[in-house]
């Protein structure tokens, strides 16, 4: 029979599991969730009742009743996909599937709107914050997992995901608190669509971000076309069509982060952010620069290639783009160049072209038209008879990973203005267009 110590832990545990559903969590831990934790979330070995006693610390075998109960409903939901922290005055979404790298599913887009919707209503919580677990903030939606489900004939699970995802992103365009999405790791994507239209993203020395969809026959999505779109001069045309990586400096010196940390100092944000008891953004922005690190571009920066970009992908078509860059690679013979035009070539010739358009669209749009667009683009994506590039790429990258896509067209000249029209029509009789609570959250712009 468990001690009243054991069993008085067991109540507290349950309680606080209570309070964590409803966004009310009253825990603190570093912004790197640890190590064991991480390792444990994406085990199928361990069991719920160890997950359980991991939540306060309890031993295994003192575990009460109503903690296991709360909790084997929580891991068997999904739930723990996304977890809770809590703060002075703040919540933490921790993203939580550092096996996949945190990518996004369905249940972890519910849950955020979830959690951000009753956070955003709480009197007592001044700021939301997120990050992930492991060695990767978020790499973007899990197309593995779309694409099987997208061979399983599964397409209405596949919508649910993006409409799901795009709401949330929505949300957090227009939230009405201050929020702080820490950048630590693989930052792709998705990733960068549920942080950077956020107020405050602190990038690291292990940020790695891109947005590489081109790659495997889609678009840059999730509210991409919008961002980069609003990037100084035409990096964001280079960056949709290159899937370029970034470094967190550069993503400081381009404006897609607003403060830098080193990784091994993020402990040191933590705490002051743990002890703010604010809604004031100028507050939090204060704390993040004093506790932050200062950081200026080396010299392989891309600071130093804007103008050689600008001059390239300023052209109004694909064929033109990868022409000035064929004569720029010649001409400069540097390295980051000739990297850029073989990745042009490598990439989806259709994927492209659509995702030129969709960047210089956006360039005119707000973030609802953004995203409503972008939710258009992915579901013709994902339907015959356009879905052969997305389902051909993914197989290509990330199942067979035997990296010789077979493009349909295989080359830029064969791609019809039809065929990119086609992403960009209505959608049928049967698919309803994305709907967004314009009238109820404004977009910030």
Not at 122 to 141: E, L, N, T, Y
Request: proline content about 4%.
């Amino acid at each position: 029979m468990p001690s009243l110590a054991a069993a008085a832990a067991a109540r507290r545990a349950g309680e606080a599991l209570r309070r964590g559903l409803t966004g009310g969590a009253r825990y603190l831990s570093s912004l790197r969730p640890s190590a064991s934790t991480a390792a444990a979330s994406d085990s199928d070995e361990v069991t719920a009742r160890q997950r359980a006693a991991r939540f306060r610390g309890v031993p295994t075998s003192e575990v009460g009743a109503e903690i296991f109960l709360l909790w084997h409903c929580v891991v068997f939901d999904g739930s723990f996909q996304v977890l809770v922290e809590g703060k002075a005055s703040a919540r933490a979404a921790v993203l939580n599937r550092p096996g996949h790298l945190n990518a996004l599913t369905t249940t972890m887009g519910a849950r955020l709107n979830k959690f951000y919707a009753s956070w955003e209503d709480s009197p007592d919580i001044g700021f939301v914050m997120m990050k992930g677990s492991g060695r990767a903030f978020c790499a973007g939606g899990d197309v593995v997992r779309l694409h099987k489900l997208m061979n399983e004939g599964k397409l209405d699970e596949c919508k649910d995901f993006f409409r799901t995802l795009y709401s949330f992103i929505y949300v957090l365009g227009t939230y009405l608190k201050p929020h702080v999405a820490i950048l630590d790791g693989v930052t792709m994507g998705g990733g960068g669509g549920v942080s950077i239209p956020g107020t405050f993203r602190v990038a690291t020395d292990r940020t790695v971000f891109a947005t590489p969809e081109v790659h495997i026959g889609f678009h840059p999505d999730a509210a991409a076309s919008f961002y980069l779109s609003h990037l100084t001069g035409h990096v964001g045309e280079y960056l949709a069509l290159t899937g370029e990586k970034l470094n967190g400096v550069d993503m400081v010196a381009l404006g897609l982060a607003t403060h830098y940390s080193m990784a091994d100092h993020l402990e040191l944000v933590d705490e002051r952010l743990a002890r703010l008891v604010t809604d004031d953004p100028s507050v939090i922005d204060t704390s993040l620069a004093q506790y932050g690190d200062l950081v200026y571009p080396d010299k392989t920066s891309i600071l130093h290639r804007l103008e050689v970009i600008d001059k390239c992908f300023s052209h109004e078509t694909v064929e033109e783009i990868v022409d000035a860059l064929e004569s720029e690679a010649a001409r400069l013979n540097e390295e980051w160049c000739t990297l850029a035009l073989k990745r042009l070539k490598e990439a989806s010739p259709l994927a492209l072209k659509v995702s030129l358009r969709s960047i210089r669209e956006g360039r005119y749009q707000t973030l609802d038209e953004c995203l409503v667009r972008e939710y258009r683009m992915s579901v013709n994506g994902i339907s015959k008879p356009l879905s052969h590039e997305f389902s051909e790429g993914v197989r290509a990258r990330l199942v067979e990973k035997d990296l010789a896509p077979k493009w349909d067209p295989p080359a830029l000249e064969f791609v019809s203005e039809d065929m990119v029209d086609s992403y960009f029509a209505p959608l049928g009789e049967f698919d309803a267009e994305l709907k967004l609570p314009t009238e109820l959250r404004e977009a910030f712009v």
